[in-house]
């Protein structure tokens, strides 16, 4: 399998993000960063210019060009926090290659689940108090259902990351009328993911730089 590993910033990328992908010994990949400075460390990275003053936190323009520059046809689209735990190539290896979008594992800090296999405003899941929770103002709170729920229509990626091919990112971009906070992986994911091949890669993880943990609700399907 090749992938391009498309990482966005508006500063740094760390070393230990870069070193996660280089690690895997990865026959062929390629890793691209847009925006932020341009590492001078790392002579095989690409570095695509952003600037950030065109519209703040402009991610899905970021991600787009990611798709319009990756090579290979599996982009794994990370934010600069992201690091790759050391079986997830091998993991891929195992999961194959069918799959239209992918989510692995995404661990907190402390180990945690962060946002991975995502639902969102399902009315048959059995909810602790009755009824789809909401959050503060208008926001659902997170639900994250077992590996095994498969009701795609109420289903979204984690913007955070996730996988997906070059040839449906290219032809269902992201909305870049949405900036960073206005669910744009929401609006992305009820577009596509009904209609494609949605898949749970259980057997890769990636781990997050920074404590990201929000409310959640855990429910057993």
Not at 22 to 32: A, G, H, N, S, Y
Not at 197 to 208: A, E, I, R
Request: hydrophobic share 35%.
């Amino acid at each position: 399998m090749k992938f391009t590993f498309g990482i966005i910033t508006g500063g740094r990328v760390e070393d230990k993000v870069i070193n996660s992908i280089l690690d895997l010994k990865i026959p062929e990949f390629e890793i691209i960063i847009v925006g932020g400075n341009k590492p001078t460390k790392y002579s095989l990275i690409r570095h695509i210019p952003f600037d950030e003053n065109k519209k703040k936190a402009w991610i899905t323009k970021k991600k787009n060009l990611i798709v319009k520059n990756a090579t290979y046809e599996n982009i794994v689209f990370m934010h600069d926090y992201v690091i790759l735990d050391q079986n997830w190539y091998k993991g891929f290896k195992k999961f194959g290659n069918n799959f239209d979008v992918c989510m692995t594992q995404i661990k907190n800090l402390d180990g945690s689940r962060f946002r991975d296999w995502c639902s969102w405003d399902d009315p048959n899941l059995n909810y602790p108090n009755g009824g789809i929770p909401k959050g503060s103002g208008s926001n659902h709170v997170i639900v994250l259902p077992s590996y095994s729920y498969d009701k795609k229509e109420h289903m979204y990626i984690s913007g955070t990351y996730w996988v997906a091919k070059k040839s449906l990112m290219k032809q269902e971009p992201l909305n870049e009328s949405l900036v960073w906070g206005e669910s744009e992986d929401v609006e992305w994911s009820k577009r596509i993911l009904p209609k494609f091949n949605y898949k749970m890669n259980t057997y890769s993880t990636v781990h997050l730089l920074k404590d990201k943990k929000l409310s959640a609700i855990y429910v057993d399907t």
